[in-house]
């Protein structure tokens, strides 16, 4: 079974640019969550979609937004990039919510701004 | 406010010296409780769920208990490979809530 898998898997960009990564669940699973994680800090909660919907957003600005496709695929869009952006941002999918089910993860996008 | 905090920050062990790990939470309602490796430059990689406060799980040298505020992660008998960061991480409802984990060395 393939599991969660992101790309690209690097990128470099520039302050003020636009970025988007993306993100495809395993098979099966309908919620996409994504994160950030920051060089030694924790897991920071971005956005959560489910059957297609935005379901909850962590504490981050507009700029960070995002989508969910009719396949369940899904992509972040990050605006007017910041130096402090630069992370390791994690895709992860689970089975429908309700039923207690673990997130399993990709191994992130790292994103570094120049 | 919904918080997990997991201690220590991190632990040096020797090859074969056992240890615990701690995530304590706060989060209302609770409704499961996940344990998660995570390797340098890797995303975290699904170990445990725990569901309900007594239940346990056991994998290889690892072993995930759970109370109504907290949970262990019992290492017996490490090996270097199984260095690694451990996350635990909480689902409250609308979020999975995050520790900022655990860094285990194991020294041969």
């Known amino acids: 079974e393939a599991g969660v898998t992101q790309s690209p898997t690097h990128l470099i960009k520039t302050r003020g640019q636009q970025v988007t990564l993306r993100c495809s669940p395993i098979?099966?699973?309908?919620?996409v969550y994504w994160y950030q994680q920051a060089l030694g800090l924790g897991l920071q909660f971005l956005l959560w979609?489910?059957?297609?919907?935005?379901?909850n957003r962590g504490n981050f600005p507009p700029r960070f937004s995002g989508r969910q496709f009719p396949n369940y695929s899904s992509e972040l869009n990050v605006n007017a990039l910041e130096l402090e952006d630069s992370a390791l941002y994690l895709c992860?999918?689970?089975?429908?919510?309700?039923?207690?089910?673990?997130?399993?993860f990709g191994d992130g996008t790292r994103l570094s701004i120049l | 406010e919904d918080q997990v905090t997991q201690s220590p920050e991190a632990l040096r062990l020797q090859e074969g010296e056992s240890s615990s790990l701690n995530c304590s939470y706060t989060?209302?309602?609770?409704?499961?409780l996940f344990w998660y490796r995570q390797d340098p430059g890797k995303g975290p990689e699904f170990l445990f769920t725990?569901?309900?406060a007594g239940e346990e799980k056991e994998k290889e040298r690892l072993k995930a208990t759970l109370t109504k505020k907290e949970s262990f992660l019992h290492i017996t008998a490490p090996k270097p490979e199984d260095s690694a960061t451990y996350l635990c991480?909480?689902?409250?409802?609308?979020?999975?809530?995050f520790g900022t984990g655990t860094s285990l060395t194991v020294i041969p």
């Open positions: 992860a999918s689970s089975l429908a919510v309700g039923r207690n089910q673990p997130q399993h």
């Open positions: 989060v209302s309602g609770l409704r499961g």
């Open positions: 098979s099966g699973h309908t919620s």
């Open positions: 725990l569901y309900s």
């Open positions: 979609y489910d059957e297609g919907e935005e379901r």
């Open positions: 991480a909480v689902w409250g409802g609308n979020q999975f809530y």
